[in-house]
């Protein structure tokens, strides 16, 4: 007896799946388009892997896009899926296009449906992936940052303590330059209270801004060292001969940015600092605003702050400070050198050329 069996293998050879996913700790919501219809969304465990075979298993054969919003899981999705052949986005989520309603209905379902419609449309633009040893690079000098701003809490709560007990600083410690020397923490280990809780606590506070204090020379060992190294420290030495940008300024701007073969433009690379005005324009009216919210807030502020450097040093930053100030606000004149400042890093970068100071005339 002749039997036939019939066959049950399918293909979606030729296809695009699109896939949007919105990253939990412990699980995912994945929402599933095909070029033209919302296919599903569905709840899994946080694992690409759980993903994969769902994806290959359900869609055989198709060529799968994912897209995922930048957040507190990093890049390792994005590193993971690559592995197994999928192309993955990691999109700022600011950048997602959102209905109104959307925003008035937000679950986590519409979101990774949102997603990847989104992805589907061509509408969204991934953020730059940086390298493993980039990655570990750049924490190590973001650490460095959260540390010395601890530190300055620290300091801040024993100074606290002292003029809430009026206790008046002697003669050689009289100015704020000659704070939190070893003279200055072992004068502050003889002030005495009325009462042993109150002297316990004192010393508690400075204790543990002694601690800080070794933790922050620990780390800014580390970058120094790590600033020694390549890839960084040509391009370290080429950074520190602009006035204003110190050795960690520089390690911020390197490890921040990775390459600056990025950035086409300088105003690209200032939209990536965040050193662009908002705008408001309809019909033939234009207002310009300040300057955006977005952008790395571990580098506008580090440029802010080397640009206030760099006009006690560069003459030319110097007179266009001056000049601004004239028609605005010193803060707002600021960043104008700031960006004047981002233009000097990108020529110092791109063409791994010095610095020269120029002299007014």
Request: proline share 4%; hydrophobic share 35%.
């Amino acid at each position: 007896m002749l039997t036939m069996e019939q066959s049950t293998k399918f293909s979606f050879k030729g296809e695009k799946i699109f896939v949007g996913i919105d990253t939990h700790k412990k699980n995912w919501k994945v929402g599933v388009y095909h070029s033209d219809i919302a296919l599903k969304s569905f709840t899994q465990e946080a694992n690409p892997d759980i993903l994969v075979n769902y994806l290959n298993r359900n869609y055989p054969g198709a060529e799968f896009h994912c897209a995922y919003e930048a957040g507190f899981c990093g890049f390792w999705i994005q590193k993971h899926l690559a592995q197994r052949g999928i192309n993955c986005l990691v999109v700022n989520p600011a950048d997602v296009p959102t209905s109104h309603k959307d925003k008035e209905f937000k679950t986590d379902p519409r979101d990774c449906l949102k997603i990847a419609r989104a992805l589907r449309s061509n509408l969204l633009e991934p953020v730059y992936i940086p390298t493993d040893e980039g990655i570990e690079s750049r924490h190590l000098v973001r650490l460095l940052h959260d540390i010395s701003k601890n530190y300055t809490r620290q300091k801040n709560k024993v100074k606290a303590k002292l003029n809430f007990y009026g206790i008046e600083y002697p003669q050689e410690y009289s100015s704020d330059n000659n704070h939190w020397s070893k003279g200055f923490y072992d004068w502050l280990r003889t002030i005495k209270l009325k009462s042993e809780q109150g002297n316990w606590t004192l010393q508690f506070y400075i204790e543990e801004c002694l601690k800080v204090k070794e933790l922050k020379k620990q780390a800014t060992k580390k970058v120094r060292e790590l600033a020694k190294k390549e890839p960084y420290k040509m391009f370290v030495d080429l950074l520190r001969t602009i006035p204003g940008i110190g050795l960690v300024t520089a390690m911020k701007i390197l490890t921040e940015i990775e390459s600056i073969k990025r950035f086409s433009t300088l105003d690209k690379f200032c939209g990536y600092i965040g050193l662009i005005p908002t705008s408001n324009s309809s019909g033939e009216k234009e207002r310009i605003g300040n300057i955006t919210t977005r952008g790395n807030k571990f580098l506008k502020g580090a440029i802010v702050e080397s640009a206030w450097m760099a006009i006690r040093h560069d003459p030319a930053l110097l007179r266009s400070y001056l000049q601004l100030k004239t028609r605005m606000d010193e803060n707002k004149a600021i960043i104008r050198i700031a960006r004047k400042l981002v233009a000097r890093i990108m020529y110092v970068l791109v063409n791994e050329k010095p610095y020269q100071v120029r002299k007014c005339a």
